[in-house]
């Protein structure tokens, strides 16, 4: 039973040696993916599916983001010429 044990065990680390090449980690959730979980390359590191996902919903949010930004430097612009304020 032991031997079979230390056999066992060696075969799951050969299966492991054999597999540690398809896994990668993620640079944003620092999660070991694996075929379930697809991963790209992004420069020399690699990026899963769900960070992925998140950051393409930021940068398309960008654009009304930046609109928005845009208009409350406006109307701070336009609240101080109105009181005849500087800015600093």
């Given at each position: 039973?032991?031997?079979?044990?230390?056999?066992?065990?060696?075969?799951?680390?050969?299966?492991?040696?054999r597999?540690?090449?398809?896994?990668?980690?993620?640079?944003?959730?620092?999660?070991?993916?694996?075929?379930?979980?697809?991963?790209?390359?992004?420069?020399?590191k690699?990026?899963?599916?769900?960070?992925?996902?998140?950051?393409?919903?930021?940068?398309?949010?960008?654009?009304?983001?930046?609109?928005?930004?845009?208009?409350?430097?406006?109307?701070?612009?336009?609240?101080?010429?109105?009181?005849?304020?500087?800015?600093?």
């Amino acid at each position: 039973m032991i031997l079979e044990s230390i056999v066992e065990g060696k075969k799951m680390e050969l299966y492991t040696e054999r597999r540690t090449a398809d896994m990668h980690y993620c640079i944003f959730c620092e999660t070991i993916c694996y075929k379930k979980k697809p991963v790209k390359m992004l420069g020399n590191k690699w990026i899963c599916i769900d960070c992925l996902r998140q950051l393409k919903e930021l940068l398309d949010s960008l654009r009304q983001w930046e609109e928005e930004l845009t208009l409350e430097e406006e109307m701070k612009k336009q609240l101080g010429d109105g009181l005849g304020l500087q800015e600093l």
